[in-house]
């Protein structure tokens, strides 16, 4: 099973050492107008804390002569955020915080036209795990005690969008421990820790993030981490290795630039988010919402982008899409 691991494994130690030098010179490009700052996903998921919170420290240090606007485009599980910035009729003021639907969803829906190596590589802003959560009135405090409950059969768990991360990882658990779960698909993940936490729901996989405000009040418990190893926030939680499968799985949290985009503007760009990336404000989110670091050159962001493209068509064909 092509995971995100091996790749994460590699890199995480170099970028634990501290992102490079930033050169501090002056851009020869500047905004002159407002930042169109795509969101691919609904308003309270990860992908939307995470644009907010840039865009806050962003504006906290004054780095940007014009502001980064949010704006939530998560229709047709990230289609319509490609969509706007594969047309932009101005690339140099459109940028766009990515998941890995930035991967799964050109696979899924060619139609599109989509290519996501023609995207302008902005910043790696880090690595988003998954976590598979219950109700705290569900009675299951084990990853084994979940596996007997839902092999009982009418078993309903929600996640982002279909055949994006969530569902991926849903049907990870469905093909390697025999079961069937229904899967019903939101907007974003907000939504989907809205609804386990009010019952709707049995379980998700949301990321830390999407949960921590429930988790924190007792509403829901998490089980088993999808990560090389046990979360430094969640320390009592078991990993899916431990358990005996060699599967890890991350959300990209990246911001990307629209195809065309000049290379002065790229630069400027690389330079804000080095910056952001190199504040107090985002090392310190990074550890309260379980992020690992992951910092790329632009040419490393293309690699990787092209083989989370490759491991991703083998993880849709596993599951049959």
Not at 28 to 43: H, L, N, Q, R, S
Not at 64 to 85: C, D, F, M, W, Y
Not at 92 to 118: A, C, E, K, W, Y
Not at 231 to 244: I, R
Request: cysteine-free; overall charge negative; hydrophobic content about 40%.
């Amino acid at each position: 099973m092509a995971t995100t691991s091996n790749f994460l494994t590699r890199l995480v130690g170099a970028a634990a050492l501290g992102v490079m030098a930033l050169t501090g010179s002056a851009q020869a490009w500047e905004p002159t107008k407002p930042v169109d700052f795509v969101i691919m996903a609904g308003a309270g998921g990860g992908a939307d804390q995470i644009a907010r919170f840039l865009q806050s420290v962003a504006e906290k240090h004054d780095f940007t002569n014009r502001p980064l606007v949010p704006n939530n485009k998560g229709g047709g599980s990230g289609a319509e955020a490609l969509i706007a910035l594969n047309t932009t009729s101005d690339p140099d003021h459109t940028i766009l915080v990515t998941l890995n639907s930035f991967f799964t969803t050109p696979l899924r829906q060619p139609n599109l036209g989509i290519d996501v190596m023609t995207f302008t590589p902005i910043e790696m802003m880090g690595v988003d795990p998954f976590v598979l959560w219950v109700h705290k009135d569900s009675g299951i405090t084990t990853f084994e005690q979940w596996l007997d409950v839902v092999k009982k059969g009418g078993y309903v768990m929600g996640g982002t969008g279909k055949g994006q991360e969530d569902s991926l990882v849903i049907t990870y658990l469905e093909q390697n421990f025999d079961l069937k779960i229904k899967y019903i698909p939101y907007k974003g993940g907000g939504a989907v820790a809205k609804d386990l936490a009010g019952g709707q729901i049995m379980a998700s996989v949301n990321n830390p993030a999407e949960a921590k405000g429930f988790y924190q009040s007792g509403d829901v418990v998490p089980l088993l981490a999808f990560s090389d190893e046990r979360l430094p926030a969640l320390p009592d939680v078991p990993t899916l290795k431990e358990k005996g499968k060699d599967f890890s799985y991350y959300n990209q949290r990246a911001v990307v630039g629209a195809p065309g985009m000049s290379a002065d503007a790229a630069a400027y760009y690389q330079d804000l988010f080095t910056k952001i990336y190199n504040t107090e404000e985002w090392q310190d989110y990074m550890k309260s919402e379980s992020l690992s670091p992951l910092w790329m050159t632009p040419d490393e962001q293309k690699a990787y982008w092209k083989l989370q493209i490759e491991n991703h068509k083998k993880l849709l064909a596993e599951m049959g899409e």
